[in-house]
Each structure stands twice: as structure tokens, then as C-alpha cells.
């Protein structure tokens, strides 16, 4: 790779959160969520594309998502080149012209490799290694995408079709095949020249935007408009949202990879999963000797192949005499369902959806820039919150119209601003705020601070706040 210039990885991390519903969610989809391992899926494809061949990432998110991508990649100790923000998802088309706009107008023929953030590739090493593969390639002009080897007749995913060899390791892509039924994915199975379609891809920016440009012009020419007015916002770069509304919705294979003439594929043969379903968490999760895999607080008594997750402290989850099931246990909202049909997920949070339940999109903990919150207990005029604020975090400059509060520090040290009074409390200190105050709490120190909120009057909305100065510009 010495010879060949660094590659910059572009990490795709939207997404609507509904098919590992109820633990991944539109407010705090997949990708930000510790599903695997100690580290979140965006976290592990984060690190998976850094090191001396990989220049620093550049993020797309949405405008929910940026604090969580921000705070995510400065765990990791990586710090981004930069994170645009779409003011809508548009799905991977539009993200992905602009991130090749962004870096074209620094080095029209920098090297970009299209990562989405919620896939899980364990063998790190065997991955960077297909990458560098393809990195030749993409240099002199090609389109580089990857086939994972299959592992079994899935349906669920798109297929490759590979063509004769064009340089070491790098095949012709001769076409992309739909999602299959059972019959042709048995058949695509059993054909060596089939692989499994991974989503991933590696180009040459100037590369991209011709192929945009050949293929779908309306897309390339209105992602431009947008990125032309787009501004920096807190060190984001948000890209402008009227013009952004105009963009067409596509994903990057129906509005240009299907049609391109350069697109070749270098095969993976590493373990991929696109963990689009329970079953594909279970099938990657460690499994007993009778094919049942387990977390948190659960306990599995003669059961056959089955996934319990218990995501709560709380919520002890006990399965008897279970066989291809998955249960999924939060504070909130519970799933039971066979494994294999667990695909079907995302009609539930439609249902759900369509009755007005909170549970279709909200997490029971909501995460904001300065920390999260969670409430303990909401009812008729009252209700109770924990809330977590990182150190050197500020929440904003507010007042309520229909409610007092008061505050309990149970961890580190508040400054609590009330009015003209600026007291710091300390762990068992309390301080109320009467209805009107313009108040703020702020975590001075360099340890997390956690504090109980008791919320009292006639509506306890999180639209009830008038900001007068806020460190996120959301004033």
C-alpha cells in the first residue's frame, strides 16, 4: 500500500432503526448500539478502517446523530475529517454524492471506500487485506465493490455475480442479483460465481461523481446545490435542508452501480454479517451447545436454538421449552418471535406506529448532546428523571411555562444556575427551580454527574422549554 495513496473511509450511519426493534430504535438506531460486543457497531467499523493506510474518516449522518457520532469516534480515539449532516435521510445515493462532492473539492482522485456503519466483519485483518486488494483497481479507474463468500442459500440478501479475473484477486462484476427466493438462492448457493453483495465500496471520488453523472445526473446535480449552501455548524458541516428535500431518494446500487461499466468486486472470504434480523444477531452471537445464546439477565432452561436478551437491570428473562425463538426484554417494550420470521419486525413498529405508541421510535433512555436522561416514573402531573451529564457538558439556558423542578445530585458536582443565583452542589444537594426561573445545569468537573429530576405541573412535555442560550446552537 506504500506505493498508493491513502484511502479515506466514508462511514454511512443513518438508518431508521426498525428491524432490531425494540433495542434499536429511529431515535438510537443499530449502528450506536453495543450489540455485540463492548463497543458499538459503528465504533467497530470506525476502527476497522483506521490505521496508516486510512486517512481520517468522514461521517454522514442525521442531525439527531451527530453528537452520538462525534462522542463515538472520540472514544475510539479517532477524530473525523469531517461529519456532514443530512437534514433528512435520503438513503445511501445522495450520501454517498455527497461525500465524493466534499472530498473531490480537496483531491478530485482521493480514494473513498463506502463503509455502512452497522455491519459486523470480525476479522479485521483479512478485511483491510481485501480492501488494499481492490485500492489498485479503484486508482486506475474502476469501481470496486465486495462479495462476501456465502455461508448458506440466504434470502435475505443481495447476491454478485463474478465475472473472469481482470488484475490478482479483482474479478469483472458481470451483475448484481435481487434479493432471492428459496429456490435461486439454493441455486446462486451451489454456483461458485455467486457471492454475497456486502454494500461496500471503493472508488476514486471523480470516479464516482462521472458514474453519478452518467446515471442519475438529478441526483448528482441537486446533492451539489445542496452541498454548495451547506454550512458549518459547531464544527459540522450541515448540508442545506430545502435544497436537500429536493434530492431523490435512491440507494447507490438501483441509481448507479447497476448500471456502471466499471464496477468489478474482489471476494471476501471472512466471516460478514448485514445483522438485518434477530436471527442474523443470533447467528453471530456465541451459542451454547444446544444453539441458544444469551444476555443480560437471562436464563434458558431446556430451550433449542433460541435468543434471549435481557436489556434492562431490572428484567430477569426466563425461557422453558423454547426452539427458534427470539425474546427481547427492555424497560419499555418486549418482543417474542419466531427466529426465523424475525425479518418481519419492522411491520410490528409499523403497527405500533400507526396506534401512536412512543415505543415505535423513542428509546426509554433519550440521548442528547450534553449526556442522556431516562424517565423513572410519569404520571399525572409529576414525573421523575435520571439524568447523566458528561463532564465539561452544559444543558441549555431554559425556562418552563408549566412546570417547577427540583434537582438531587446523586454524583459528582452541579453548578446550577437559578435566575441570578449560581450555587455548586455536591453529591445529596439539592436546588429547586419555581415555575418561570431561567435556570441551567452544568457538570464543572471531570467525572460524569448524575442527578434525579422531580418534574411537577399540568404538562411535563419536552416541547415545554424556551432556550435563551444553548453550547449546541439549538436555541
Same mark, same amino acid.
Given at each position: 500500500?506504500?506505493?498508493?495513496?491513502?484511502?479515506? =473511509?466514508?462511514?454511512?450511519?443513518?438508518?431508521?432503526?426498525?428491524?432490531?426493534?425494540?433495542?434499536?430504535?429511529?431515535?438510537?438506531? #443499530?449502528?450506536?448500539?453495543?450489540?455485540?460486543?463492548?463497543?458499538?457497531?459503528?465504533?467497530?467499523?470506525?476502527?476497522?478502517?483506521?490505521?496508516?493506510?486510512?486517512?481520517?474518516?468522514?461521517?454522514?449522518? /442525521?442531525?439527531?446523530?451527530?453528537?452520538?457520532?462525534?462522542?463515538?469516534?472520540?472514544?475510539?480515539?479517532?477524530? =473525523?475529517?469531517?461529519?456532514?449532516?443530512? =437534514? *433528512?435521510?435520503?438513503?445511501?445515493?445522495?450520501? @454517498?454524492?455527497?461525500?465524493?462532492?466534499?472530498?473531490?473539492?480537496?483531491?478530485?482522485?482521493?480514494?473513498?471506500?463506502? %463503509?455502512?456503519?452497522?455491519?459486523?466483519? +470480525?476479522?479485521?485483518?483479512?478485511?483491510?487485506?481485501?480492501?488494499?486488494?481492490?485500492?489498485?483497481?479503484?486508482?486506475?479507474?474502476?469501481?470496486?465493490?465486495?462479495?462476501? #463468500? +456465502?455461508?448458506?442459500?440466504?434470502?435475505?440478501?443481495?447476491?454478485?455475480?463474478?465475472?473472469?479475473?481482470?488484475?490478482?484477486?479483482?474479478?469483472?462484476?458481470?451483475?448484481?442479483?435481487?434479493?432471492?427466493?428459496?429456490?435461486?438462492?439454493?441455486?446462486?448457493?451451489?454456483?461458485?460465481?455467486?457471492?454475497?453483495?456486502?454494500?461496500?465500496?471503493?472508488?476514486?471520488?471523480?470516479?464516482?461523481?462521472?458514474?453519478?453523472?452518467?446515471?442519475?445526473?438529478?441526483?448528482?446535480?441537486?446533492?451539489?446545490?445542496?452541498?454548495?449552501?451547506?454550512?458549518?455548524?459547531?464544527?459540522?458541516?450541515?448540508?442545506? @435542508? +430545502?435544497?436537500?428535500? #429536493?434530492?431523490?431518494?435512491?440507494?447507490?446500487?438501483?441509481?448507479?452501480?447497476?448500471?456502471?461499466?466499471?464496477?468489478?468486486?474482489?471476494?471476501?472470504?471472512?466471516?460478514?454479517?448485514?445483522?438485518?434480523?434477530?436471527?442474523?444477531?443470533?447467528?453471530?452471537? !456465541?451459542?451454547?451447545? $444446544? /444453539?441458544?445464546?444469551?444476555?443480560?439477565?437471562?436464563?434458558?432452561?431446556?430451550?433449542?436454538?433460541?435468543?434471549?436478551?435481557?436489556?434492562?437491570?431490572?428484567?430477569?428473562? %426466563?425461557?422453558?421449552?423454547?426452539?427458534?425463538?427470539?425474546?427481547?426484554?427492555?424497560?419499555?417494550?418486549?418482543?417474542?418471535?419466531?427466529?426465523?420470521?424475525?425479518?418481519?419486525?419492522?411491520?410490528?413498529?409499523?403497527?405500533?406506529?400507526?396506534?401512536?405508541?412512543?415505543?415505535?421510535? $423513542?428509546?426509554?433512555?433519550? !440521548?442528547?448532546?450534553?449526556?442522556?436522561?431516562?424517565?423513572?416514573?410519569?404520571?399525572?402531573?409529576?414525573?421523575? #428523571?435520571?439524568?447523566?451529564?458528561? +463532564?465539561?457538558?452544559?444543558?441549555?439556558?431554559?425556562?418552563?411555562?408549566?412546570?417547577? *423542578?427540583?434537582?438531587?445530585? %446523586?454524583?459528582?458536582?452541579?453548578?446550577?444556575?437559578?435566575?441570578?443565583?449560581?450555587?455548586?452542589?455536591?453529591?445529596?444537594?439539592?436546588?429547586?427551580?419555581?415555575?418561570?426561573?431561567?435556570?441551567?445545569?452544568?457538570?464543572?468537573?471531570?467525572? =460524569?454527574?448524575?442527578?434525579?429530576? %422531580?418534574?411537577?405541573?399540568?404538562?411535563?412535555?419536552?416541547?415545554?422549554?424556551?432556550?435563551?442560550?444553548?453550547?449546541?446552537?439549538?436555541?
Amino acid at each position: 500500500m506504500s506505493d498508493l495513496p491513502l484511502i479515506t =473511509p466514508v462511514l454511512l450511519c443513518g438508518g431508521s432503526g426498525t428491524r432490531l426493534w425494540p433495542l434499536s430504535r429511529k431515535s438510537y438506531p #443499530k449502528q450506536f448500539v453495543q450489540l455485540l460486543g463492548e463497543e458499538s457497531l459503528f465504533q467497530e467499523a470506525a476502527r476497522r478502517v483506521s490505521g496508516e493506510n486510512f486517512s481520517a474518516p468522514l461521517a454522514v449522518t /442525521g442531525d439527531g446523530f451527530r453528537f452520538i457520532v462525534a462522542e463515538q469516534l472520540d472514544q475510539c480515539g479517532l477524530r =473525523p475529517s469531517a461529519i456532514l449532516i443530512e =437534514p *433528512e435521510g435520503r438513503n445511501t445515493a445522495p450520501a @454517498a454524492a455527497a461525500a465524493a462532492l466534499h472530498l473531490a473539492a480537496q483531491d478530485p482522485q482521493a480514494l473513498m471506500l463506502l %463503509v455502512p456503519a452497522d455491519h459486523a466483519i +470480525p476479522d479485521v485483518k483479512s478485511f483491510q487485506a481485501a480492501v488494499f486488494n481492490g485500492a489498485q483497481a479503484a486508482v486506475e479507474g474502476q469501481i470496486v465493490t465486495f462479495g462476501v #463468500k +456465502p455461508t448458506r442459500p440466504e434470502t435475505g440478501y443481495g447476491w454478485l455475480e463474478t465475472g473472469p479475473e481482470m488484475l490478482l484477486g479483482v474479478n469483472v462484476l458481470e451483475r448484481f442479483v435481487e434479493k432471492p427466493d428459496v429456490a435461486e438462492a439454493e441455486a446462486l448457493f451451489a454456483d461458485d460465481r455467486y457471492l454475497w453483495n456486502a454494500g461496500l465500496f471503493l472508488t476514486r471520488a471523480d470516479n464516482l461523481l462521472a458514474a453519478f453523472e452518467d446515471y442519475a445526473p438529478d441526483i448528482l446535480s441537486d446533492t451539489r446545490a445542496a452541498m454548495k449552501a451547506a454550512e458549518l455548524d459547531l464544527g459540522f458541516l450541515r448540508i442545506n @435542508a +430545502p435544497l436537500w428535500g #429536493k434530492v431523490r431518494a435512491e440507494s447507490i446500487d438501483y441509481a448507479v452501480m447497476e448500471h456502471a461499466q466499471n464496477v468489478s468486486v474482489v471476494r471476501f472470504n471472512g466471516e460478514w454479517s448485514d445483522l438485518g434480523s434477530w436471527e442474523a444477531v443470533w447467528q453471530e452471537s !456465541h451459542r451454547d451447545s $444446544q /444453539g441458544n445464546a444469551t444476555s443480560g439477565l437471562s436464563t434458558i432452561i431446556d430451550c433449542e436454538d433460541t435468543l434471549l436478551r435481557s436489556e434492562s437491570d431490572e428484567i430477569e428473562l %426466563v425461557g422453558i421449552g423454547l426452539k427458534n425463538v427470539v425474546a427481547i426484554a427492555m424497560r419499555d417494550a418486549v418482543l417474542v418471535a419466531d427466529l426465523a420470521d424475525s425479518q418481519n419486525v419492522r411491520r410490528a413498529v409499523d403497527v405500533l406506529k400507526a396506534r401512536g405508541a412512543k415505543q415505535a421510535v $423513542q428509546l426509554p433512555v433519550d !440521548h442528547r448532546p450534553w449526556g442522556w436522561f431516562e424517565t423513572l416514573i410519569l404520571a399525572e402531573r409529576f414525573q421523575v #428523571k435520571r439524568i447523566h451529564v458528561h +463532564p465539561g457538558a452544559s444543558l441549555s439556558m431554559q425556562s418552563h411555562v408549566h412546570r417547577s *423542578e427540583h434537582w438531587i445530585v %446523586v454524583a459528582g458536582t452541579a453548578k446550577a444556575t437559578v435566575d441570578d443565583e449560581v450555587r455548586l452542589l455536591t453529591e445529596n444537594q439539592s436546588v429547586y427551580i419555581p415555575l418561570g426561573a431561567v435556570h441551567r445545569m452544568e457538570n464543572p468537573g471531570k467525572v =460524569p454527574m448524575v442527578l434525579i429530576e %422531580v418534574q411537577t405541573g399540568t404538562y411535563l412535555g419536552e416541547d415545554d422549554i424556551i432556550r435563551y442560550e444553548d453550547i449546541y446552537s439549538r436555541t
